[in-house]
């Protein structure tokens, strides 16, 4: 026997055979169910000697033509649109379905009648119910080709589920006694080539009533120089390949129902006769209802199991999260509980490493081994979970310890650090029965046609280096537990840096205090020694008999008033930095007011805007008002009291301070004295200009400065 690839049966195509089983008749219609194409024994069946161009009214009928085009025009699949009676007498139903622009009217032989069908739809609610009673997955596949067997009346019925690498095993079998079983064999993916499989789920029943059939061919072959797509027709010829395979295995009828779950393909019911049998369109149809309860079974027996199996991690991943947050140090906590968090996803064993320390728990490669598999598993789970029931095939430096480690979920929880956890998984020796040697050569070469295995005995394979797999909800867990451990640890993080910011701020309160103690006892002593030097200048005042001697001393006061107001506001304040130049100004005119009388205190408007000022300029902006409104009091009225406008704005960074009244103008103003001269050093100590204005009448004087020094206002590096 020669070798021969096996990948030839998925390049085989068997969606235009060109053919179809002889047992019916076959109509390719057009858009206007004229007939293009067709195969089959019409005259037996029509009494008519040929159909192209033939209406399908000429053909069939009225009644069948008319439900056939009300039929396809809004149902999806194959429907029956009428029972046709033969110049025989001999009944055949007939189905008809879109298949992309044509339709396909098919004709086959009838069931037996009426009275079966309504047997048939009650053993179909029976059988729902018994599935849904069914416990196990095992259990409801048992039921199932007891059901299917008892619908179709074949000698061997079997659940045929496809596994993770597109082999089959058999996990659920009703039989004739005599016959031998394959419950719990492997068939290989080759049996079901690619193409077939995407046929079975396209078209979910497919039924060959005798397997020594001759192939009827379609006439003609092709439309428009294309073969005709017979993929949804239930009479398309099968491959020889199949047909001799089925011979092989020594099965006379075949047919085969699709389990379809979430879209996907999950495994075929096959049916097996030793005899040629029919199952005609009423039983087919009959055959795909049960199918789609089997899979909606199927689908909620794996869903409730997920969600038991997601419950109970979900139990243990709390537990575990609560062990770790109230724990001291997280690596305590970790290191405490390690047992814990191999249990929680059914590892035989884990390792954790962080940075340079690697703890284990359970059964582990050696401290080398798993420190190299750390590096290798890193970057694989640093953005999900990594898993593997077949750690050896994808390293294979793994192979010396694949007897403790051949299924691996990791984890990553840093990079940097590094941080990972590893749960392994021991290897599960399996011995697995094959429905003959899926490894044997399939015969053909050269010319040869190819031919399928002949031997269908049972034949052991011991599979090493594999492990129980992950599930998804164990898979789904760790990724949720990668979450929380990460959000344990930044949460301690946090803690621990909340808990130095508190101490840095309990720190920083303690010696606001002090700084605020330490102002409060300058301030009042500056305060008393402010106010004993204006108490000795009052009293120097009065005491003095010397002309203009007493006013100079009043002038020094107002100074000094200015710079112990300033130290009050500094008191007050909860910004030592800055100062409320418009409280201030108020605060400071107030007191001014107050020396000079009460006729002055009547004629004094204030028209202020907060503005904010560093202390030192707050004190030399104090200066200059007070000198200003001194020089007021003194020129402005020659000595009697009149209107006096006092003013304060921001304007772009620059302050307005502006004193104006309504006296006899600048004409009235004195020569430079000690007051000019120490106005102007103010105003070059603001870094400001002293603008004098006619404000007809009288003299508006006004100190234009910035809020804060040029020097502190500038960028870096200007």
């Not at 069946?45 to 085009?69: F, H, K, N």
């Not at 047997?119 to 007891?146: I, K, N």
């Not at 390949?241 to 092989?248: A, E, K, S, V």
């Not at 040629?276 to 079974?297: D, E, K, M, V």
Request: proline share 4%; net charge negative.
């Amino acid at each position: 026997m020669n070798s021969f690839d096996l990948t030839v049966c998925d390049q085989e195509p068997i969606h235009v055979p060109g053919a179809i089983q002889p047992h019916g008749l076959l109509l390719v219609l057009d858009g206007e169910y004229k007939v293009i194409a067709g195969a089959g024994d019409i005259e037996g069946v029509l009494g008519a000697d040929d159909w192209l161009g033939r209406s399908a009214t000429e053909l069939v009928g009225a009644e069948i033509a008319e439900a056939l085009a009300v039929e396809t025009s809004h149902r999806s699949g194959a429907v029956c649109v009428g029972v046709l009676r033969a110049p025989s007498g001999k009944l055949f139903d007939a189905s008809a379905q879109r298949s992309d622009a044509l339709t396909m009217l098919e004709l086959e032989p009838a069931g037996s009648g009426g009275a079966a069908l309504g047997v048939v739809l009650g053993d179909l609610e029976a059988a729902a119910s018994e599935f849904e009673r069914a416990s196990t997955l095992e259990e409801l596949c048992g039921l199932a080709a007891v059901e299917f067997r008892r619908l179709t009346g074949y000698d061997r019925v079997m659940i045929y589920r496809f596994l993770d690498d597109d082999s089959g095993a058999v996990i659920g079998e009703d039989r004739r006694d005599d016959l031998r079983s394959f419950l719990h064999h492997r068939f290989p993916a080759s049996d079901i080539p690619r193409q077939a499989r995407a046929l079975y789920l396209r078209n979910p029943i497919r039924v060959i009533p005798d397997v020594n059939y001759q192939p009827a061919p379609l006439r003609p072959a092709t439309v428009d120089g294309q073969p005709i797509d017979l993929s949804d027709a239930a009479l398309r010829s099968v491959s020889p390949i199949h047909l001799q395979y089925l011979r092989n295995m020594g099965v006379g009828a075949s047919a085969s129902v699709s389990i379809v779950k979430d879209g996907v393909l999950w495994g075929l019911v096959a049916c097996h006769n030793e005899t040629p049998l029919h199952i005609p369109f009423a039983r087919r149809a009959a055959c795909r209802a049960l199918a789609g309860t089997l899979g909606r079974q199927i689908r909620a027996k794996d869903e409730s199991d997920a969600f038991r199996e997601r419950v109970r991690l979900r139990g243990f991943q709390d537990d575990l999260v609560a062990l770790l947050s109230r724990e001291g140090s997280l690596d305590e906590a970790i290191s405490n509980h390690v047992g814990e968090i191999r249990r929680a996803l059914g590892g035989d064993g884990v390792a954790i490493l962080r940075g340079g320390d690697l703890l284990f728990n359970g059964r582990c490669p050696d401290e080398a081994q798993t420190r190299a598999l750390a590096a290798w598993a890193l970057n694989r789970s640093a953005d999900q979970v990594f898993s593997t029931s077949r750690l050896a095939e994808l390293l294979p430096d793994a192979r010396p310890y694949q007897d403790v480690a051949s299924g691996l979920l990791a984890i990553t929880l840093s990079l940097t650090e590094p941080w990972i956890v590893m749960w392994f998984r021991a290897e599960e020796v399996e011995i697995v029965e094959w429905a003959g040697n899926p490894h044997k050569d399939v015969a053909g070469a050269g010319d040869q046609a190819l031919t399928p295995r002949a031997s269908f005995e049972s034949w052991r394979e011991t599979v090493r280096g594999r492990a129980r797999r992950w599930t998804g909800p164990e898979i789904e867990a760790a990724g949720r537990l990668r979450a929380a451990v990460i959000e344990v640890w930044q949460a301690r993080r946090l803690r621990d840096l909340n808990r130095r910011l508190v101490s840095a701020l309990d720190e920083k309160d303690l010696l606001i205090q002090q700084k605020d103690f330490l102002v409060g006892e300058v301030n009042h002593r500056v305060q008393n020694s402010l106010q004993l030097v204006s108490s000795f200048l009052a009293l120097q005042a009065r005491a003095s008999d010397q002309p203009g001697l007493a006013p100079a001393l009043e002038e020094a006061r107002r100074r000094l008033t200015a710079v112990a107001l300033v130290h009050r506001r500094l008191y007050r304040a909860d910004q030592v930095r800055s100062v409320d130049a418009a409280r201030y100004v108020e605060e400071l005119v107030h007191d001014i007011s107050a020396s000079i009388g009460d006729d002055w205190a009547r004629q004094m408007s204030l028209d202020v805007a907060p503005v904010l000022l560093p202390t030192d300029r707050a004190i030399s902006l104090g200066l200059v008002l007070t000198e200003l409104v001194i020089n007021a009091t003194k020129y402005a009225y020659r000595g009697a009291a009149g209107p006096l406008a006092i003013s304060l704005v921001e304007d772009r960074a620059r302050l307005r301070l502006s004193v104006a009244d309504r006296g006899v103008g600048a004409q009235g103003q004195p020569k430079k004295g000690f007051g000019s001269r120490m106005i102007a050093a103010l105003v070059r100590q603001l870094e400001g200009e002293l603008i004098h204005e006619d404000n007809r009448p009288g003299l508006r004087v006004t100190l234009v400065a910035p809020v804060a020094a040029e020097a502190v206002m500038a960028a870096p590096g200007a």
